[in-house]
Each structure stands twice: as structure tokens, then as C-alpha cells.
């Protein structure tokens, strides 16, 4: 089992930034993506970036762009999400995530999550 755990999250002023961390348990495949998703209350989950380890592709979707950068570390176990000039709009719960998708931004397609990580934006 791959067991994800995600941590760095708080609360924020608007335009500042923080940075997120998921850590596995072991190394993951290295066809896998992985990367985060988050979900405001009374909202549908959102893909918010990825990192395929194939090729170290990245995609971010549009709300994002510009604003967020996906990594990873050597060992491909650890990804991070460094997110600058925050916007309340990115008030969520922002969960790591690895699997296989299809669609990068296609939820069904990870198959490991964390429990997530609370991230407030004022």
C-alpha cells in the first residue's frame, strides 16, 4: 500500500503563500502522477495540479496558473505545492493524491489519497 500524507497547510493572508508537502509511505511507480486536489464546502473536488513521474510533466489547472508550482523530491516520494499570491477563492481542503488517471484531472483515476490538508485563505 502507498499511504499519502499531506501537511504544511494553515491560514493566510491574501497574497501570501504557503507550501504543501505529501509524503509517502514508499516510492511510488514511476508511471504514476501524482499530485493535489482540493475541495471547498459545498463544491465539487478539484484537480489542481499534477506531476506525471514519467517524464516530470506538470499540469495545473487554470485557476492556478502562474500562481502554484508542482514538485517533487529525488527520490520521487514527496511532492510539494508551492502556492503564492493566494486568493480566498483557494480556500480548501487540498488532498494529495497518486495513481494512474486517464485524464490528469480525472479523480477516479488515483487510487491513493491523503486525509488532506486544511488551507484558509482570508
Known amino acids: 500500500h502507498v499511504q499519502l500524507v499531506e501537511s504544511g497547510g494553515g491560514s493566510v493572508e491574501a497574497g501570501g503563500s504557503l507550501k504543501l508537502s505529501c509524503a509517502a509511505s514508499?516510492?511510488?511507480?514511476?508511471?504514476?502522477?501524482m499530485g493535489w486536489f482540493r475541495q471547498a464546502p459545498g463544491k465539487e473536488r478539484q484537480a489542481v495540479a499534477t506531476?506525471?513521474?514519467?517524464?516530470?510533466?506538470?499540469y495545473y489547472d487554470d485557476s492556478v496558473k502562474g500562481r502554484f508550482t508542482i514538485s517533487q523530491d529525488r527520490a520521487g516520494n514527496t511532492i510539494y505545492l508551492q502556492m503564492n499570491d493566494l486568493k480566498p477563492d483557494d480556500t480548501a481542503m487540498y488532498f494529495c493524491?497518486?495513481?494512474?488517471?486517464?485524464?490528469?484531472?480525472?479523480?477516479?483515476?488515483?487510487?491513493?489519497w491523503g486525509q488532506g490538508t486544511q488551507v484558509t485563505v482570508s
Open positions: 493524491a497518486a495513481g494512474r488517471p486517464r485524464d490528469w484531472a480525472d479523480e477516479r483515476g488515483y487510487k491513493f
Open positions: 514508499r516510492v511510488t511507480d514511476a508511471r504514476f502522477c
Open positions: 506531476l506525471y513521474n514519467g517524464d516530470h510533466s506538470t
